[in-house]
């Protein structure tokens, strides 16, 4: 499940022998934080959805996620010896945040240096605001996980993560250029998308200049970190008009090959379901988890 202040949404997959992915259920729908207990609650009762675990992801101004050099720990003792170096870091009191982390992949330019961390520092409200929509009514509630996580698990599926991919990730007034490869999280980087608001997004193209040139510092970067080819594609999620006009405009900034991500190319598609929502493409990622953080 995934949610945000005014919408939900949540997903259900299964995997078959051959290990293919297939959607089989996605509702999204517009909600307050308090009818989404109700409605969540509903959907979940329904017999056919009852299957497995359900997970949930933070909405993305609920969490933060930075870069941190390993402490001189072990590493099941990480968490509690990285809490104090962000008080001060991030936005809300390191007493109310809940913490995991997860590797970096390493960075040859730093051979003999101590190996980076992602630290994802979440609100405990947000999580407990999670768990209270989910617990009721799930019959087992395993993790809260991050949206970059959610969409590296849609990544990893298609065919071009086996040389990295960027994923551009489109929600109204800001976008996400996460880069994955294979399996990997290697960045993600926050890009606002000034003068655009989630009510004309359908309609407007956010500025396309200051989305290809984040692309070419995100590739700089992946290029000058990991000594790696940067990757030759681009993904724009979710699928929309607006998704296939922005990949055209920006197919004239870039070399790269861009296109919309097209759920039907990884994943069976249950007749009727939609996805051009982006809560849902987050839920469906979180149904595709493998390795979530475990807040």
Request: proline share 5%; hydrophobic share 45%.
């Amino acid at each position: 499940m995934a949610c945000s202040p005014r919408s939900f949404a949540i997903a259900t997959v299964s995997r078959s022998k051959d290990g293919r992915c297939r959607l089989d259920s996605c509702l999204s729908a517009a909600a307050s934080r308090d009818e989404q207990s109700v409605a969540v609650g509903d959907w979940l009762s329904a017999a056919d959805h009852q299957q497995g675990a359900v997970s949930g992801v933070l909405d993305a101004a609920d969490y933060e996620l930075l870069h941190v050099e390993a402490p001189d720990v072990l590493p099941a003792e990480f968490k509690a010896a990285v809490r104090w170096r962000l008080k001060g870091v991030i936005d809300f009191p390191v007493e109310d945040a809940v913490i995991d982390v997860f590797d970096m992949p390493e960075q040859p330019h730093r051979a003999g240096a101590k190996k980076m961390l992602y630290v994802a520092a979440a609100q405990r409200h947000a999580i407990e605001r999670q768990a209270q929509i989910l617990k009721p009514a799930a019959a087992r509630f395993d993790v809260i996980d991050i949206p970059e996580l959610a969409l590296r698990n849609l990544a990893a599926l298609l065919p071009e993560a086996a040389d990295g991919l960027i994923i551009l990730w489109l929600t109204g007034n800001s976008a996400q250029l996460i880069g994955i490869k294979e399996t990997t999280l290697y960045f993600a980087r926050h890009v606002h998308l000034a003068g655009h608001d989630a009510a004309d997004s359908a309609a407007d193209l956010p500025d396309v200049d200051a989305i290809a040139l984040e692309v070419q510092r995100s590739n700089d970067y992946f290029e000058s970190q990991y000594q790696q080819v940067p990757p030759a594609n681009l993904i724009i999620a979710p699928c929309s008009e607006r998704s296939v006009r922005l990949a055209q405009a920006l197919a004239k900034h870039t070399s790269m090959r861009v296109q919309s991500l097209n759920l039907e190319c990884v994943l069976d598609l249950a007749a009727g379901l939609d996805q051009a929502d982006p809560c849902s493409v987050l839920a469906i990622g979180a149904a595709l988890r493998e390795d979530p953080l475990k807040f």
